[in-house]
């Protein structure tokens, strides 16, 4: 059995399309994307080759997108890609981690030699693995072209989900479901930090069912007492202390669709205010989830949730939700529309969010998060873990 | 057991400093990193914090650097470094992933504030999470500094290692060592590549001897066959073909320093061709390590590895070694001197190389390399997983 690649050519082609509407609405005659998670959704590609420079070229005339990368991972183009051989650009090797040559100067003598060097590109300002040096070596090789911002124009078409989409998030939700399970119990049962996480990571790579997982783009947090509070913290061979919360925070990952989940395990007996700080959440969560329907906004979305909160005296400062889907490191959120107030994106059917219904307080951290997606009965939950605040009791 | 900072006091003013001279040495007033593995050799500083903009700021005339990111991320830091609570400049959960407002519109104004807006300012051309969006906002809010590339000034005082992050390396290579050798019994047992990757990832966080293991940079990565050619691919579900190569990569990984490892499993008994690629690369690590020695280029170091293979009338295009220590994710490269054709760094003891002693042939890829630290006496080997060919036979 040879390399799959996950979807069939048209889902690809759909995506395209998609794609070059909106270069179409914003003026663009060719997009740059230098986002992983991009150039996977718009080809397949699936390796490590962004910690070098490349990039897809997206022409508003051209049928497919050109890759142009390192020489030596063209073989995973054309592996885990349907990109035509010819549209296959490598660079030589000698041009890498040089002071005095960059890769991108061969992006843009090929944009100078198809006649595109006039025309109106868009770059990804804003994202990882696009560097200052990337677009000043832009800037330089490509005077006559007029370079904007594309405002993350992928990242908006990647935010409802297709139904082949779905099945990925719903998989990548079983393998969230059987690795946060695990990983509460070996909490209850004395397990530190490292211990866990190292569990993590086997049984959401092992997977359920005939599943296997995907790497994730950031690894799983368990976040112990103090550190807790600390959100973005890794594991350690710290003592689990006593009558302290733990927050785990995992992601299952199916053909690099992400499903992240949040629980909280209270290592002894919950005192009455947490809870009443549990219940106020789950309460905010199941408010808000039965209004993410097609037609309400991100914002009200998020109002409701914190209506819930303001009632018990309760406030979340950040956003409570981000998108989801596919991922490459460091982290698994879409960059897009956001769970906040005052945000006037309209939900759509398929459309994914990690909904981060954690509290961070003085002493404290608590989260109870889910993962969903917009159906026309509300939020559709991709993991099953009962939604409360795991205890010794 | 609290959190405890890797590194003494003194190791971080030592780094300090030596940076400071390279400052000056360069007309650098003020120095902006944002790669991680910079911060994290400056500060201590140990969490996913790098996903959205950050950057410390090391001025000449100051004791302490300053660190300027995320709110919510304020606490890893009172958690993980030494800094003064006074040099945490956190900006508001409201900036980020605004298309109106970027995160380093508050780092011109503390620059201005500070009065070093008309300074010159060195910052990092190249490094992933220094996007062109940061430069652009420096160069709009900083209309009067001389921005400068400071051409990875930390990454170059990182390259020579000190007795204490010798020893990280070393336990690194303990972790490597454990891992490597189950991943080669579980292929040799049949196991698929998403099982034996399963397995590595586990293992090295658990450890041994009472060291556990960091999140490694990269996914370790088990190449299949013709996916073997194309090194950078992910695990998957496919049957194991008979009688072919698997290349393992993966990195041990210690208080965030790695000590990579690559051998390939035969899946069957090896051909006199096989055998005698195998016996070109270990002769050629065997040559190049004695030579490692201080005094010795880089360049000349590949020299002696590529003459091996010359002799042999084999070549291998692309660098054989990159040097190798603290890594964040996309890659645990520090990108300083490569062990190529013509690279003049002087090897100092200390410095730390993953020495890729990898052939990617028309049909196959074979890999054994060795991660070695330059002493007195020539390279010496971080893991200990014999060197050679595994097979079925």
Redesign the interface.
Same mark, same amino acid.
């Given at each position: 059995?040879?390399?799959v690649i996950p979807f069939e050519a048209g889902e690809y082609v759909a995506r395209l399309r998609k794609v070059k509407e909106r270069m179409e609405g914003a003026g663009i005659d060719l997009l740059l994307c230098t986002d992983p998670a991009n150039i996977n959704y718009l080809t397949g590609l699936? /390796?490590?080759? =962004? &910690?070098v420079p490349q990039v897809l070229l997206v022409h508003k005339d051209e049928d497919a997108p050109f890759w142009l990368g390192r020489?030596? +991972?063209t073989? %995973?183009l054309?592996? #885990?890609t349907r990109l035509p051989a010819e549209n296959l650009l490598p660079y030589p090797?000698t041009m890498?981690?040089q002071?005095h040559v960059?890769p991108f100067q061969a992006l843009c003598e090929h944009i100078q030699s198809r006649g595109w060097g006039n025309q109106t590109i868009g770059?990804e300002? +804003?994202?990882? &693995?696009? #560097? %200052?040096?990337?677009?000043?070596t832009i800037l330089a090789g490509l005077p006559n072209a007029k370079i904007v +911002?594309n405002?993350r124009l992928v990242n908006w078409v990647r935010l409802a989900k297709s139904p082949a989409e779905l099945r990925y998030m719903r998989e990548a939700g079983k393998l969230t479901t059987v690795a946060m399970h695990e990983a509460i119990d070996n909490l209850l049962a004395g397990k530190k930090s490292?211990?866990v /996480? /190292?569990?993590i990571?086997?049984?959401s790579?092992?997977?359920i069912d005939?599943l296997?997982?995907?790497?994730p783009a950031? =690894?799983p =947090?368990v976040m112990v007492g103090?550190?807790a509070? %600390?959100?973005?913290?890794?594991? #350690? +061979?710290?003592?689990m202390p006593k009558n302290e919360m733990v927050v785990l925070e995992l992601a299952g990952v199916r053909k690099r669709y992400h499903s992240p989940l949040a629980r909280t395990v209270l290592l002894g007996r919950p005192s009455e205010e947490q809870r009443r700080l549990a219940d106020v959440i789950i309460e905010g969560v199941d408010r808000a989830l039965e209004a993410a329907k097609p037609g309400a906004t991100c914002g009200e979305v998020e109002n409701i949730w914190q209506n819930v909160l303001r009632r018990n005296n309760l406030s979340k400062?950040?956003?409570v939700g981000y998108p989801v889907g596919i991922a &490459?490191?460091?982290?698994w959120?879409e960059?897009t529309a956001?769970l906040q107030d005052g945000d006037k994106t309209v939900l759509e059917a398929g459309m994914c969010f990690h909904f981060q219904s954690g509290l961070?307080l003085e002493r404290q951290g608590i989260a109870l998060s889910e993962t969903f997606a917009v159906t026309e009965s509300g939020g559709e939950r991709l993991a099953h873990v009962p939604h409360r605040l795991y205890s010794r009791n």
């Amino acid at each position: 059995m040879s390399y799959v690649i996950p979807f069939e050519a048209g889902e690809y082609v759909a995506r395209l399309r998609k794609v070059k509407e909106r270069m179409e609405g914003a003026g663009i005659d060719l997009l740059l994307c230098t986002d992983p998670a991009n150039i996977n959704y718009l080809t397949g590609l699936d /390796a490590l080759s =962004f &910690y070098v420079p490349q990039v897809l070229l997206v022409h508003k005339d051209e049928d497919a997108p050109f890759w142009l990368g390192r020489l030596m +991972d063209t073989s %995973a183009l054309k592996i #885990t890609t349907r990109l035509p051989a010819e549209n296959l650009l490598p660079y030589p090797e000698t041009m890498l981690h040089q002071q005095h040559v960059h890769p991108f100067q061969a992006l843009c003598e090929h944009i100078q030699s198809r006649g595109w060097g006039n025309q109106t590109i868009g770059v990804e300002m +804003d994202v990882d &693995y696009y #560097t %200052a040096r990337c677009h000043q070596t832009i800037l330089a090789g490509l005077p006559n072209a007029k370079i904007v +911002d594309n405002r993350r124009l992928v990242n908006w078409v990647r935010l409802a989900k297709s139904p082949a989409e779905l099945r990925y998030m719903r998989e990548a939700g079983k393998l969230t479901t059987v690795a946060m399970h695990e990983a509460i119990d070996n909490l209850l049962a004395g397990k530190k930090s490292y211990e866990v /996480a /190292a569990d993590i990571l086997r049984t959401s790579v092992m997977g359920i069912d005939g599943l296997y997982g995907d790497s994730p783009a950031a =690894f799983p =947090f368990v976040m112990v007492g103090e550190n807790a509070h %600390a959100c973005h913290l890794y594991w #350690t +061979d710290r003592e689990m202390p006593k009558n302290e919360m733990v927050v785990l925070e995992l992601a299952g990952v199916r053909k690099r669709y992400h499903s992240p989940l949040a629980r909280t395990v209270l290592l002894g007996r919950p005192s009455e205010e947490q809870r009443r700080l549990a219940d106020v959440i789950i309460e905010g969560v199941d408010r808000a989830l039965e209004a993410a329907k097609p037609g309400a906004t991100c914002g009200e979305v998020e109002n409701i949730w914190q209506n819930v909160l303001r009632r018990n005296n309760l406030s979340k400062e950040s956003r409570v939700g981000y998108p989801v889907g596919i991922a &490459y490191p460091p982290d698994w959120g879409e960059k897009t529309a956001n769970l906040q107030d005052g945000d006037k994106t309209v939900l759509e059917a398929g459309m994914c969010f990690h909904f981060q219904s954690g509290l961070w307080l003085e002493r404290q951290g608590i989260a109870l998060s889910e993962t969903f997606a917009v159906t026309e009965s509300g939020g559709e939950r991709l993991a099953h873990v009962p939604h409360r605040l795991y205890s010794r009791n």
